[in-house]
RNA sequence: GAUUCCGUAGCUCAGCUGGUAGAGCAAUACACUUUUAAUGUAUGGGCCCUGGGUUCGAAUCCCAGCGGGAUCACCA
């Protein structure tokens, strides 16, 4: 890269040469067995302190306390920071010989190194649980420096990196430097192992389907494309996986569950990135009521899991996720916060309501759209906590089976928490004729220049003609579910590696390279 | 897509109504064998996001662009 070095890049490269000349190699291939971390030593050392007298631990070097001929340093590993005593005279035994410590450790050795040593563990005079090391060995040079983010005693960060655009491009440095991000992952990935293992001892079984579909079907949105070359056919990435999912229904399993990463080509914001992950499962032989039952159990274990209980702070509000939620249907709820019964009303009398209330509308407009348009704007944010928002207009929910009782309205539910949608649910319609002629109201509606209309996935209705079980069906937002547990008010923080538009410097310099 | 705020050293930030750049940490050098935001002394480090314009003179004012945040629109 013709990219200019700064005055410290320039000085570490210079200590890479000087290390090779010493015959050190600074990215040594073979392994270093680590015995220990610094989590276990933490843990443990104090009630079995025998175990932690021939140590092998390595990490990353945060910060040095030199004092001369010895020095106090951190280590951070996996798990967390480790301080290490370091003696110029443990380090370099003979008397003529000081280079490894004088020179290798005083002089060569960067913050941001990757080192490995090995020595005891110990307790400081000011009663911090050390390493003593009895010798080290250079693992990884690192070239660049580190952000240096200094904390005091009592936790507070002094210098903290806080620059979003730095953050989410260079995600690697946010990790070593700043504990409390690398946290919020850990408990992603916690969150999903116990929806995994709720599911798996319910009998689930997790597939893979096709996120590559000539028809992008599932749900309304618009699809990113692209081209198979050897096909040469149009394919479309996966606006969400739900009509593979009850496909296999059909195919005989009774319970089918897949993280999907789904693709929108949609505005972005805190709460949308192009690519998100939904958690969607089926379940044969059972309607959206047992859905609601098992989704609040499911959301109050993920709750207790993470947490201990079931309180949860989300920014200045706390949420509980005690089972059972509070359930309303969407015309009650209307009705609860606006005063209006909109539950009879035709199309004209629900444009004269939403005049009223002050709200866009337009004339593509159907009666679904705008009982969903008075729900958006006057209800969803006033739910904060879990709600289970039920019965929608049969318009607005072209996979949904029909109320079994009332007229014009569905079985479906959406979980509404802190003000957003959490999750959406039905009794999956599984009348063939019934979900045909719905494709087709979905076509008349693209044709009438509603933009998010559904395609007519022929392919589906046959797999329906052959006969699914009545199933029950949710969808539940990962990212936005992660948001919540971990009270982080930005998707771009519960996504490793949000997306950014691509660094012009960089692509400078590659266009450069070549 | 619209509005608005921001972009200065590796990092966090100052820099007033225009007079060609500062601090802390990090770095470098020296001292220090139980420190912990270690300490003390000294030193180096800048395409002030990019390109135009106004001006004797621009980090500062104006315009355009690039990148990011927030709010709104669309959506989950």
Known sequence: MLQELSEQEELRRTKLAELIKL?????????????????????????????????????????VRDMGKAAFAVLQDSTERMQIYIRRDDICPNEDDKVLYDIVWKKLVDLGDIIGIEGYVFTTKTGEISIHATSFKILTKALKPLPVVKTDADGNAFDEVTDPEFRYRQRYVDLIINPKVKKTFEQRTRIMNTIRTFLNDGGALEVDTPVLQSIPGGATARPFLTHHNALDIPLYLRIANELYLKRLIVGGFDWVYEFSRNFRNEGMDRTHNPEFTILEFYVAYRDY???MNTTETLLEKIATDLHGKTDVTVGDKTISFAAPFKRITIFDAIKE?????????????????????????????????????????????????PTFITDYPVEMSPLTKKHRTEEGLVERFELMINGKEIANAYSELNDPIDQRERFEEQAALMERGDDEAMFIDYDFLRALEYGMPPTAGIGIGIDRLCMLMCNQPSIQDVLLFPTMRPEAKLTLNEETHS
């Open 23 to 63: 015959g050190i190699n600074p990215y040594p291939a073979e392994e270093f067995k680590v015995n220990v971390t610094a989590h276990d030593i933490k843990e443990n050392y104090e009630r079995d302190k025998l175990n932690y007298k021939d140590i092998r631990f390595a990490g990353r070097l945060m910060s």
């Open 289 to 291: 009521y047992w859905m």
């Open 337 to 385: 916060n606006t005063g209006i019964d909109v539950s009879k009303m035709n199309e004209e009398e629900l444009r004269a309501v939403c005049k009223t209330l002050h709200l866009e509308i337009d004339e593509t407009m159907g009666k679904a759209k705008l009982i969903d348009t008075i729900f958006g704007e006057k209800c969803e944010g006033n739910y904060i906590q």
